[in-house]
């Protein structure tokens, strides 16, 4: 069975600072990953996704993520920090075995100071 | 090209009560999931539908139950409601099986907010 971890359930930045969400997995065999957004009151957006292929990728709103598969993590990252960055966001987890489905962590909700 | 819409956005329901949500899934995308995301937590997976079939299920009980149409729309039926069945409930659509080439990537709709009383 996959799982996922997210360290630090809040993360506070200024503005213009960089960004980093941790996420780390549990997967027993190659796992899809992927980082969504939510917005207060919305759904979930995808930011990015990472399949096969090049490790680092690169997603919308000028956020990237790299996948290290000796440290099976895939943090997300940003070199600048906007205001409208604020909001939640959730890694997730999907193998091709067992149930099609992602397995989501608990989420960090970043906050941008100005 | 039309997103995934969910209905009811808001509702209250007492313990013991029935609900049903409603899903129109994105224009060309044939699979359903629900999600159920408990306040300060990710989603949690209940089921899938593909061509009107269940394909999967989380680990949620029997009075979680769901139907997809020909027209690849979605309801969530929840019976005997329970206080921790308050969350959202998201609803996402995709474009084949996601054990397939698909790659897993899911189009969210806005959810619906169930409050139980």
């Known amino acids: 069975a996959q799982s996922v971890t997210q360290l630090g359930s809040h993360v506070s930045v200024s503005e213009g600072a960089l960004v980093l969400l941790r996420c780390n997995y549990s997967?027993?065999?190659?796992?899809?990953l992927f980082w969504y957004v939510q917005y207060p009151n919305q759904g979930l957006q995808l930011l990015l996704k990472?399949?096969?292929?090049?490790?680092l990728v690169k997603g919308i709103n000028g956020f990237e993520a790299e996948f290290k598969k000796s440290e099976t993590s895939f943090h997300l990252t940003k070199p600048s920090a906007h205001m409208s960055d604020a909001a939640e966001y959730f890694c997730?987890?999907?193998?091709?075995?067992?149930?099609?489905?992602?397995?989501f962590g608990s989420g960090t909700r970043l906050q941008v100071q100005p | 090209e039309t997103g995934v819409t969910q209905s009811p956005t808001h509702l209250i329901k007492t313990r013991g009560q029935q609900v049903t949500l409603r899903c129109s899934s994105q224009s060309g995308h044939n699979t359903v999931s629900w999600y159920q995301q408990a306040l300060g937590q990710g989603p949690q997976f209940i089921f899938q539908?593909?061509?009107?079939?269940?394909?999967g299920r989380g680990n949620f009980p029997p009075r979680f139950s769901g139907l997809q149409f020909p027209n690849y729309s979605s309801e969530l039926n929840v019976n005997a409601l329970e206080l921790d069945d308050s969350a959202l409930y998201l609803c996402?659509?995709?474009?084949?099986?996601?054990?397939?080439?698909?790659?897993?990537?899911?189009?969210f709709g806005e959810g619906s907010r169930l409050t139980v009383l």
């Open positions: 997967s027993s065999v190659p796992p899809y």
């Open positions: 997730a987890v999907r193998t091709d075995t067992g149930r099609r489905a992602l397995t």
């Open positions: 990472y399949t096969t292929g090049a490790t």
């Open positions: 996402a659509s995709s474009q084949g099986l996601a054990g397939s080439s698909n790659t897993g990537e899911l189009f």
């Open positions: 539908y593909y061509r009107e079939e269940e394909n």
